[in-house]
């Protein structure tokens, strides 16, 4: 019997699985008993712990002192933090404050527990003075009106603790700001996500301002340690911790939509490090590059943005990558509606109640009026507004939703309603109107108001703000270079909460989906949708498998070119479909086939009965098996035009627990022998696969939770075998 374990334990390593998660289970894949407390330490009654069996947060808290001493992966037993730095750092009027924190660590290199008896908050700096538990959160409404994921919940559950700091009465100038600051965590049950904020409380009788705050500084632990470094190499940051804001935008991932937020520093009190320059970038700070230069009247409180903190429990690409998306899940649980959509290249009346009709037919569920299509978003005649309604009710009585495109940024509006950056500073699309300008709040104003009066239910919003700094007087909502970039964030943050609280969808070309987007791009070149069609292909089944390394299947849009797309001619476009039908089926198997969406752009999605009847198929197969296909993916094989390529869904909570597809780019069936690893799928003796012709077979799961898996994939066409 032990020799059985130690073996199962032993190729699960080699199947780059942790081998902690044979002996014990496995949160990406049952984490029920992963519930999220604060509780006081079993060993230092001053030591507390935010805690959920997978990741802990430690805090010293002993006469008015309060401080991190501590930051786990419980599930690999590694300290990710190597000295105590402060809570937070706050700038009022000029002067900063530390918020908590300790000093006189005799080494930062690591942090014993014995030379927290002889440490001190730094002079002046705030003390804690109590101390309040509840549950997380709404950070903002979630109007459920379309298909998601079951299995999330909104707010996620799990728990709150906030921290109060106030200045020291030595401290105190007698003219000094009278404030208090919260330093707000929360913790999610059955993931290793953190989230950290602040609150700054004005208790005086004078306004303040706000300058600067950091969030966020934790002395990790380096990736690596080396002496020296050389032009042109990069040295690698710490990799045991994910960190994004929802203050994010600028980008298609998460690095480039966060790089003003969270920086990873050097610290020059780390004196032992190995680096001779102390170079080493090993001091995370969340915080804003500019502002937010903020003024806090008396009685009124500002709140930073949120700081979301996922622990990574292993260096596994793909568990790192599935850690990452079922995070997504939890704090964003709307990424998991995933319309079908068609885009609209036509916005004349008539032709869109046919594309209503025609998406009703075949089973689509949105029909969004697409750039180019003669759609005015901004028009406010009452004429036009009333067309909309009627034929978003029409829609509605259909079952499908109407939703168009607006462009914001990448455009020059004039008169004083552009944003000027600061001198030798480039603007990211080349013009960006300001959101805190006349023109920026009447456009806002045009867009609710047309969602409000019309129904629409989607808004594709091309261009968001994207953190361009602008350095002119916009009172009174921005004082100028300082506040700009804070003050069209939120903006814009709260334009999306909004649609949000509403129901409406949200594509947009940037990161902003803790702020209630759904879908960005999932990672392509809009030219390449001019190559011949055959490219086209690959290509997109590439996209997929390197956008879904950080996005969930349905987080990333894909694209079909219906009609004619940035050019390529004929050779590029489908239409007419009914003279390529099996392209378009190819189109359909490789999105649909691997969970997502793509925007359909045309003027119809079919133009004879064969052509519907194929469409209707494709969607009706993919409905049946929506919930593995919108779960989440296991990496295959990359596509390269030379062999199968192929994903496989996984979902351990439904009883269609695992399901491969399976490409064949080549013009000959392919018969092959694939060892397919199902260990995210739960199945751990055998499985039941069900292949696409029907046929059935029972496969043994061996001892590295792999099955081996005889596929027959016709030519340019897909296979799928689903597991259960």
């Given at each position: 019997?032990?020799?059985?374990?130690?073996?199962?334990?032993?190729?699960?390593?080699?199947?780059?699985?942790?081998?902690?998660?044979?002996?014990?289970?496995?949160?990406?894949?049952?984490?029920?008993?992963?519930?999220?407390?604060?509780?006081?330490?079993?060993?230092?009654?001053?030591?507390?712990?935010?805690?959920?069996?997978?990741?802990?947060?430690?805090?010293?808290?002993?006469?008015?002192?309060?401080?991190?001493?501590?930051?786990?992966?419980?599930?690999?037993?590694?300290?990710?933090?190597?000295?105590?730095?402060?809570?937070?750092?706050?700038?009022?009027?000029?002067?900063?404050?530390?918020?908590?924190?300790?000093?006189?660590?005799?080494?930062?290199?690591?942090?014993?527990?014995?030379?927290?008896?002889?440490?001190?908050?730094?002079?002046?700096a705030l003390r804690l003075v109590g101390w309040e538990l509840s549950v997380p959160d709404e950070r903002l409404?979630?109007?459920?009106?379309?298909?998601?994921?079951?299995?999330?919940?909104?707010?996620?559950?799990?728990?709150?603790?906030?921290?109060?700091?106030?200045?020291?009465?030595?401290?105190?100038?007698?003219?000094?700001?009278?404030?208090?600051?919260?330093?707000?965590?929360?913790?999610?049950?059955?993931?290793?996500?953190?989230?950290?904020?602040?609150?700054?409380?004005?208790?005086?009788?004078?306004?303040?301002?706000?300058?600067?705050?950091?969030?966020?500084?934790?002395?990790?632990?380096?990736?690596?340690?080396?002496?020296?470094?050389?032009?042109?190499?990069?040295?690698?940051?710490?990799?045991?911790?994910?960190?994004?804001?929802?203050?994010?935008?600028?980008?298609?991932?998460?690095?480039?939509?966060?790089?003003?937020?969270?920086?990873?520093?050097?610290?020059?009190?780390?004196?032992?490090?190995?680096?001779?320059?102390?170079?080493?970038?090993?001091?995370?700070?969340?915080?804003?590059?500019?502002?937010?230069?903020?003024?806090?009247?008396?009685?009124?409180?500002?709140?930073?943005?949120?700081?979301?903190?996922?622990?990574?429990?292993?260096?596994?690409?793909?568990?790192?990558?599935?850690?990452?998306?079922?995070?997504?899940?939890?704090?964003?649980?709307?990424?998991?509606?995933?319309?079908?959509?068609?885009?609209?290249?036509?916005?004349?009346?008539?032709?869109?109640?046919?594309?209503?009709?025609?998406?009703?037919?075949?089973?689509?569920?949105?029909?969004?009026?697409?750039?180019?299509?003669?759609?005015?978003?901004?028009?406010?005649?009452?004429?036009?507004?009333?067309?909309?309604?009627?034929?978003?009710?029409?829609?509605?009585?259909?079952?499908?939703?109407?939703?168009?495109?607006?462009?914001?940024?990448?455009?020059?509006?004039?008169?004083?309603?552009?944003?000027?950056?600061?001198?030798?500073?480039?603007?990211?699309?080349?013009?960006?109107?300001?959101?805190?300008?006349?023109?920026?709040?009447?456009?806002?104003?045009?867009?609710?108001?047309?969602?409000?009066?019309?129904?629409?239910?989607?808004?594709?919003?091309?261009?968001?703000?994207?953190?361009?700094?602008?350095?002119?007087?916009?009172?009174?909502?921005?004082?100028?270079?300082?506040?700009?970039?804070?003050?069209?964030?939120?903006?814009?943050?709260?334009?999306?909460?909004?649609?949000?609280?509403?129901?409406?969808?949200?594509?947009?070309?940037?990161?902003?989906?803790?702020?209630?987007?759904?879908?960005?791009?999932?990672?392509?070149?809009?030219?390449?949708?001019?190559?011949?069609?055959?490219?086209?292909?690959?290509?997109?089944?590439?996209?997929?498998?390197?956008?879904?390394?950080?996005?969930?299947?349905?987080?990333?849009?894909?694209?079909?070119?219906?009609?004619?797309?940035?050019?390529?001619?004929?050779?590029?476009?489908?239409?007419?479909?009914?003279?390529?039908?099996?392209?378009?089926?190819?189109?359909?198997?490789?999105?649909?086939?691997?969970?997502?969406?793509?925007?359909?752009?045309?003027?119809?999605?079919?133009?004879?009965?064969?052509?519907?009847?194929?469409?209707?198929?494709?969607?009706?197969?993919?409905?049946?098996?929506?919930?593995?296909?919108?779960?989440?993916?296991?990496?295959?094989?990359?596509?390269?035009?030379?062999?199968?390529d192929w994903m496989l869904h996984v979902n351990p909570g439904l009883d269609e627990c695992g399901m491969l597809v399976v490409?064949?780019?080549?013009?000959?069936?392919?018969?092959?022998?694939?060892?397919?690893?199902?260990?995210?799928?739960?199945?751990?003796?055998?499985?039941?696969?069900?292949?696409?012709?029907?046929?059935?077979?029972?496969?043994?799961?061996?001892?590295?939770?792999?099955?081996?898996?005889?596929?027959?994939?016709?030519?340019?066409?897909?296979?799928?075998?689903?597991?259960?």
């Amino acid at each position: 019997m032990f020799l059985r374990i130690f073996l199962a334990c032993f190729f699960a390593s080699l199947a780059h699985n942790p081998s902690w998660a044979q002996e014990n289970v496995d949160w990406l894949i049952d984490n029920r008993n992963f519930e999220a407390e604060f509780k006081k330490s079993a060993t230092n009654p001053q030591r507390y712990e935010l805690t959920n069996g997978l990741a802990k947060r430690s805090f010293l808290m002993r006469e008015e002192v309060g401080a991190t001493v501590g930051l786990e992966n419980l599930n690999k037993g590694e300290s990710i933090v190597r000295a105590v730095k402060p809570e937070a750092l706050v700038v009022i009027n000029g002067i900063s404050h530390q918020v908590g924190g300790l000093t006189g660590q005799p080494d930062q290199a690591f942090l014993k527990d014995e030379w927290l008896v002889n440490m001190s908050p730094a002079a002046g700096a705030l003390r804690l003075v109590g101390w309040e538990l509840s549950v997380p959160d709404e950070r903002l409404k979630w109007k459920r009106v379309r298909n998601a994921s079951s299995q999330v919940v909104w707010p996620p559950e799990g728990v709150k603790v906030s921290f109060e700091y106030r200045l020291p009465e030595t401290a105190s100038p007698e003219k000094a700001p009278e404030f208090r600051v919260f330093v707000h965590y929360e913790l999610y049950d059955g993931v290793p996500v953190f989230c950290k904020w602040l609150t700054v409380e004005n208790l005086g009788q004078d306004s303040f301002v706000v300058d600067r705050f950091s969030s966020e500084l934790l002395a990790v632990v380096e990736y690596d340690s080396r002496v020296e470094l050389r032009d042109g190499v990069t040295y690698p940051r710490p990799e045991s911790i994910h960190v994004e804001t929802d203050f994010a935008f600028g980008g298609f991932n998460f690095e480039n939509a966060n790089r003003h937020v969270v920086h990873w520093r050097t610290d020059p009190e780390y004196s032992t490090q190995v680096n001779y320059l102390k170079s080493t970038p090993c001091l995370l700070e969340v915080a804003p590059s500019v502002g937010p230069s903020q003024t806090v009247d008396p009685g009124k409180t500002f709140q930073s943005f949120r700081t979301f903190e996922l622990i990574y429990d292993s260096d596994d690409r793909e568990r790192r990558s599935l850690s990452l998306r079922k995070m997504y899940r939890t704090i964003a649980p709307w990424v998991t509606e995933n319309p079908l959509m068609h885009h609209m290249r036509d916005a004349n009346p008539v032709a869109v109640k046919r594309a209503i009709n025609d998406a009703a037919e075949v089973g689509f569920e949105m029909v969004i009026l697409s750039f180019g299509s003669g759609f005015d978003i901004e028009n406010e005649t009452p004429q036009y507004v009333r067309q909309w309604q009627e034929l978003a009710d029409y829609a509605a009585s259909k079952e499908v939703e109407l939703g168009g495109y607006s462009l914001l940024s990448s455009r020059r509006i004039g008169g004083g309603n552009d944003i000027v950056p600061p001198a030798g500073q480039a603007l990211t699309h080349g013009s960006c109107p300001s959101l805190a300008s006349e023109w920026g709040q009447e456009y806002f104003r045009r867009l609710r108001r047309f969602y409000d009066q019309t129904g629409f239910s989607c808004l594709e919003h091309d261009g968001p703000y994207p953190g361009d700094v602008d350095i002119t007087e916009r009172l009174p909502l921005q004082k100028g270079e300082l506040d700009s970039q804070w003050v069209q964030g939120q903006i814009s943050n709260n334009f999306y909460r909004w649609c949000r609280a509403r129901g409406i969808y949200i594509n947009a070309p940037d990161y902003y989906f803790l702020n209630g987007s759904s879908k960005c791009g999932m990672g392509y070149r809009e030219v390449n949708w001019s190559l011949p069609r055959s490219l086209q292909l690959l290509h997109a089944r590439q996209n997929i498998y390197d956008g879904t390394w950080y996005k969930t299947p349905s987080m990333g849009w894909m694209f079909v070119p219906l009609s004619e797309y940035h050019g390529g001619g004929a050779a590029a476009t489908i239409e007419p479909l009914r003279d390529h039908l099996e392209h378009y089926a190819q189109m359909i198997d490789s999105n649909l086939g691997l969970g997502v969406q793509a925007c359909y752009r045309g003027p119809r999605l079919f133009d004879s009965p064969e052509t519907r009847d194929l469409v209707k198929q494709k969607v009706a197969w993919f409905k049946k098996h929506r919930a593995i296909l919108e779960s989440d993916v296991v990496h295959g094989r990359r596509p390269d035009g030379r062999n199968l390529d192929w994903m496989l869904h996984v979902n351990p909570g439904l009883d269609e627990c695992g399901m491969l597809v399976v490409y064949n780019p080549t013009g000959s069936q392919v018969s092959q022998r694939l060892k397919v690893n199902v260990y995210y799928t739960g199945l751990s003796d055998a499985a039941e696969v069900t292949d696409s012709l029907g046929g059935s077979v029972r496969v043994d799961v061996q001892r590295d939770y792999t099955i081996e898996l005889k596929v027959v994939v016709p030519p340019n066409g897909m296979s799928w075998y689903l597991l259960k």
